[in-house]
């Protein structure tokens, strides 16, 4: 709707506006389609401000607005392709090719759908993997609420392979994947291992200005935040962050300050100068967390929990 909707006003604006001004037909037309460019770069200026008193390794002038370019690649590509109209387009795995090989399960973010991880989806057919993917809703609820979605899609990922598999998850999927884990006893002997890429782990400076649930539960050290981090505590009391590999990066222009998005005693692994929306697709995170799916599916089946 937002995308045919901002189609329609541009047709509109160019109705009434061309026959009086060339000029203002094409600022109007630019400021519809491209005016999202000035929000990030807001939300760019507001991290690099955040970051400079943070642990994580400061960036470069150069670094952020490179990130800024690579978010105003990736964004319309992602919400108004992918999402929208492709969502569908390349349907979960029914069958496992190998079944030696762990099954994927992708858990996207804050307002996504399974259509964010059409690339690694394209990735992981061509590699043979099988995967499973989810549809967070409700889109503004509680994070909690994706307790059941995450659950059943392990439960399908695992009836492929007979394997516990790997989630991958961006940005609030993997603190839906943590609620998921804090959820029940034996959750962390029924996945081989947890990446996330870019999650707010333990919140972000940008929730202070969401009203909405799931937005107000990222707001750093939330009461959410740590009744999350207790529940973990209860069921696992160390935690079993060797199971996670965080990628995270020093201009995320979502999830600031930088170290937010790591975990203590994780695999915490830092790609200076990416954007948070193209944190995901950046090569190396894509590379190396196939990798770690590959490894992890040498691994051997059966896993006592730490």
Not at 11 to 30: E, I, K
Not at 120 to 132: D, H, K
């Amino acid at each position: 709707m937002l995308v045919l909707g901002a189609c329609g006003l541009a047709g509109l604006w160019v109705w009434w506006m061309a026959p009086r001004s060339a000029g203002w037909t094409g600022v109007g037309v630019a400021l519809i389609f491209i005016g999202y460019a000035l929000v990030l770069a807001i939300e760019i200026v507001a991290a690099a401000m955040i970051n400079r008193n943070d642990i994580a390794p400061v960036a470069t002038a150069m670094q952020w607005m490179g990130a800024w370019w690579q978010e105003v690649q990736v964004a319309p590509m992602v919400f108004a392709w992918r999402q929208p109209f492709c969502w569908r387009s390349l349907p979960d795995s029914t069958t496992a090719p190998d079944d030696n090989q762990r099954a994927v399960v992708l858990i996207h973010g804050f307002v996504c759908n399974r259509g964010f991880w059409l690339p690694w989806m394209q990735r992981l057919r061509a590699r043979g993997m099988p995967y499973v993917s989810v549809n967070l809703e409700p889109i503004f609820g509680s994070i909690d609420d994706y307790v059941p979605l995450i659950d059943a899609a392990v439960v399908r990922a695992t009836a492929l392979t007979g394997q516990p598999p790997v989630l991958i998850c961006h940005s609030m999927g993997g603190l839906a994947a943590r609620a998921w884990m804090a959820s029940a006893s034996d959750a962390m002997v029924r996945v081989g291992k947890i990446i996330t890429i870019g999650t707010p782990h333990r919140g972000t400076w940008l929730a202070r200005f969401s009203h909405l649930r799931n937005g107000r539960q990222m707001r750093h050290d939330c009461e959410w935040q740590q009744d999350l981090l207790a529940r973990e505590l209860t069921l696992h009391p160390v935690r079993n962050a060797d199971r996670f590999t965080c990628w995270y990066s020093n201009t995320d222009n979502i999830v600031f300050p930088a170290s937010t998005a790591t975990l203590p005693g994780a695999d915490n692994r830092l790609v200076p100068g990416s954007a948070h929306v193209a944190l995901a697709f950046h090569t190396r995170v894509m590379d190396e967390s196939l990798a770690l799916v590959e490894s992890a599916s040498r691994s051997p089946k059966e896993r006592t929990v730490s």
